[in-house]
């Protein structure tokens, strides 16, 4: 047996334009930018580093994607710690460029997490000259963890502070050598689930 064939009609025609709608309201709506938070930050003045000393990387321009997750310091008009004001994940990227590469020594960027509660207060990532496998004259900082790192010393423990960022740079190649730019991405990926156990 055939199916029978039906002709066009409005009734038809509005009926599929309806469902095309339909379809484009169920779908999900756009990821927005603002769903990861961030601190950002961008340093344009030049640091001279002295061979074998370091100097705080401060930034001249900076935006805080939300106000309730992060703050700063300033001193002389730029930021130089960073507030992280919710525990939780975060994930850290800090590039500071020289404006030529050094030929030998050490170079490297710390991270300060000051805080009376933590153990560990600071972290350094670097390399050693020369570089061998390429010519790139920027270093790089980087880290995904929680913080607060560490709640040992509290009673009860508690995850409700905050902690606060600064970065450094050292260098150690035994001339002066200058930082040209920097710049500094933290973003808030969210909290950690669960409470600890009593």
Not at 13 to 32: E, I, M, V, W, Y
Not at 86 to 97: C, E, K, P, Q, R
Not at 163 to 185: H, K, M, P, S
Request: hydrophobic residues 40%; glycine residues 10%; charged residues 20%.
């Amino acid at each position: 047996m055939t199916r029978p064939v039906y002709e066009p009609s409005l009734t038809r025609t509005d009926a599929q334009l309806g469902f095309g709608n339909d379809q484009l309201f169920r779908r999900p709506a756009p990821r927005s930018e603002a769903e990861i938070p961030g601190f950002h930050g961008y340093m344009t003045e030049d640091i001279t580093l002295v061979t074998g000393t370091d100097a705080r990387l401060e930034w001249d321009f900076w935006i805080i994607d939300d106000t309730t997750v992060f703050d700063v310091d300033t001193s002389g008009g730029d930021a130089t710690d960073v507030y992280l004001l919710l525990d939780g994940w975060y994930s850290i990227d800090v590039w500071a460029g020289f404006t030529t590469l050094p030929a030998t020594g050490f170079a490297g960027i710390m991270m300060i997490h000051d805080d009376t509660d933590i153990l560990g207060p600071s972290e350094s990532q670097g390399v050693t000259y020369p570089l061998n496998f390429h010519l790139d004259t920027a270093l790089k900082f980087t880290k995904v963890a929680y913080f607060p790192p560490d709640f040992l010393t509290q009673d009860p423990p508690s995850f409700a502070w905050a902690d606060r960022l600064e970065f450094w740079v050292v260098q150690n190649a035994g001339i002066n050598r200058t930082i040209t730019w920097a710049y500094c991405n933290i973003g808030f990926l969210g909290v950690r689930g669960g409470t600890p156990s009593s």
